[in-house]
């Protein structure tokens, strides 16, 4: 599903962000970056959705090199996607469900699929019976889950969260990888980034750790 | 929290976007959304928007008001021009052999439209009609006046030059005494029709290039307050143009609103001009009113405005797309 091949990452009048990073993750796997702040976490996932761009090595999602990646087609490339992010990014000007539909309208989804597939969005997520709020009366885990309902919408295969709990108590931050995890259990390709070891050391999943650019550990907790 | 029939539902459905897929995905929905998101932004902004509005009005209603009183003016000059008239006097001791060859000679000229011959005798009697005076000979003795050719040039004269030009061919024809044209009178008119034409070209451009930078201004302010939605957009797959057609229906909005908005004030003004140019017009016993902008000129307005406000928004949205980052 993802494959990078020797990627270095140098953003421009910068000490080389990624150094010769080697990751291979399998369809339907579910796995974590971790290392402390500034240590590349943010840059691959970038990497991957296409955000950022590297002349060095090969980012290949679905077999698709997204560095040579011609950019009319990155909007494709990110409807196979979900991306969440710290800061969920929801619209103010407008509801909870105009918030979630965005990925589908984007699409050109029928108006009736839409009303179904959002509501089924926001059911996962807990949040059903909220669609005519507006975002900013939510507390923030719920704004966070909103952001997650937006992501998944679109039935993605594949699911990248940039700090997801980072604003969140242990509580919530718990919700939240559990929510993950059952997006993972019904076949969709999780990849975190998350900086928070004690929230993800005792779960049973594949941890890539990152220190200055560098994988210096990738394996599974036991 | 994730029910079974919901979870199996998730992975047998996913379909991959291919290209073919977004070209015939829904479009009509998408534009529907431009047009519902423009709509909510405006309604959001009337106040501001109307401002918008009034100001590239301004600017489009003041080439569009010169150019109404140029295509104005011209109108009397072609007036002008069809009574623009030569009057060759010929030498007293013309023969009528003389005469009618000169007349055949004239007739072959391309320039000349239409000539008419008065004879000394009847210049006499037209004298008399209109003096009142009967029996002039017997005062004079002799009649003292000298036949008249009244020449109206073509159409195809339409210059001052040319004037001039068939006025000196025309004076180097025998027994032709003197030839009789206001010259003077017509270049002033044509040169100020042409800088009217010249006035009316630079203040477009100029005024063109104002309009450009106050919608485009305008959109990148809209785009600016609206950069988290341009970032969720492009976040959760939206190509350029999707993002794009908001603002573009928005600045093509302002643009036909602003020049149906100029057509008004324009017409507004001439409207209000219409009284003090009757009363100039009287003065010259000229039935002259002035024209207001036709409806095809309104048509032409919205055009204009709509193309400056497409490309105005254009390059404001532009701008915002290249800036848009994803920073957490
Ligand atoms: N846009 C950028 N321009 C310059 N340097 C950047 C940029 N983004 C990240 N970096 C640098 O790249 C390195 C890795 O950053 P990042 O991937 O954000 O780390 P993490 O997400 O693990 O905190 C850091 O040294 C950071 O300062
Ligand atoms: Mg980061």
């Known amino acids: ?222 | 929290m994730l029910s079974k029939q919901v979870a199996t539902n998730m992975t047998s459905t996913n379909v991959r976007m291919t290209k073919k897929n977004l070209a015939t995905a829904s479009l009509g929905a998408q534009h529907l959304y431009a047009f519902k998101t423009c709509w909510q932004h405006l309604r959001k902004t009337v106040f501001a928007s109307l401002l918008t509005v009034a100001v590239i009005a301004i600017v489009l209603a003041l080439p569009m008001g010169i150019f109404g009183l140029v295509s104005n003016l011209q109108q009397v000059s072609q007036h002008w021009q069809k009574g623009t008239q030569l009057s060759l006097y010929l030498n007293t001791n013309v023969s009528e052999q003389q005469v009618t060859e000169l007349l055949s000679t004239l007739k072959q000229n391309p320039y000349i439209a239409n000539l008419h011959y008065i004879s000394p005798k009847q210049g006499l009697q037209q004298f008399q009609q209109q003096s009142k005076i009967k029996n002039i000979l017997q005062v004079l003795k002799h009649n003292p006046l000298p036949g008249v050719i009244e020449i109206w040039p073509n159409a195809s004269i339409h210059s001052a030059e040319k004037i001039h030009q068939l006025q000196q061919n025309l004076s180097t024809l025998p027994n032709v005494q003197s030839i009789q044209l206001d010259m003077q009178w017509i270049k002033r008119l044509y040169s100020i029709l042409h800088l009217g034409d010249s006035i009316v070209f630079i203040f477009g451009i100029l005024f063109a290039l104002a309009v450009l930078l106050i919608v485009s201004n305008t959109i990148k302010l809209a785009t600016q307050k609206r950069v988290e939605e341009i970032t969720v957009m492009r976040l959760v797959g939206a190509t350029n143009a999707f993002v794009r057609r908001p603002f573009l229906y928005t600045g093509i909005t302002f643009g036909l609103l602003a020049g149906f908005a100029a057509w008004v004030i324009v017409n507004t003004a001439f409207s209000y001009l219409q009284s003090s140019v009757s009363q100039l017009a009287d003065l010259y016993s000229s039935s002259f009113t002035l024209q207001p902008l036709a409806v095809s000129q309104l048509v032409l307005l919205m055009l204009i405005g709509a193309l400056l406000g497409f490309i105005g928004s254009w390059f404001a949205v532009n701008r915002e797309l290249r800036k848009v980052s994803f920073d957490s």
């Open chain 1, 1 to 222: 599903m993802i494959r990078l091949n020797q990627v270095s990452k140098r953003y421009t009048n910068s000490a080389d962000a990624l150094k010769q990073i080697n990751i291979e993750i399998a369809k339907g796997e579910m796995s974590f970056l971790t290392g402390h702040s500034g240590a590349g976490k943010s840059t691959i996932l970038k990497l991957i959705a296409g955000i950022e761009r590297t002349k060095q090595g090969q980012v290949l999602v679905d077999g698709t090199n997204v560095n040579k990646l011609n950019r009319h087609k990155l909007p494709l490339l990110r409807r196979n996607m979900g991306i969440v992010l710290q800061n969920p990014h929801l619209l103010n000007d407008r509801d909870i469900f105009a918030n979630v539909a965005l990925p589908l309208i984007i699409m050109g989804i029928k108006s009736q699929d839409i009303t179904r597939r959002v509501r089924g969005a926001l059911n996962k997520v807990g949040l059903l019976g909220k669609e005519r709020m507006s975002p900013a009366a939510l507390s923030t885990g719920e704004q966070q889950r909103v952001g997650i309902a937006r992501a998944i919408v679109h039935k993605p295969t594949l699911l990248l969260a940039d700090e997801p709990t980072g604003n969140l108590d242990p509580k919530l931050s718990r919700d939240i990888m559990q929510l993950f995890t059952e997006f993972n259990q019904v076949g969709v390709t999780v990849l975190v980034a998350t900086h928070d070891i004690g929230l993800i050391s005792k779960l049973p999943y594949r941890i890539i750790a990152l220190e200055q650019g560098r994988i210096v550990a990738d394996g599974y907790n036991n």
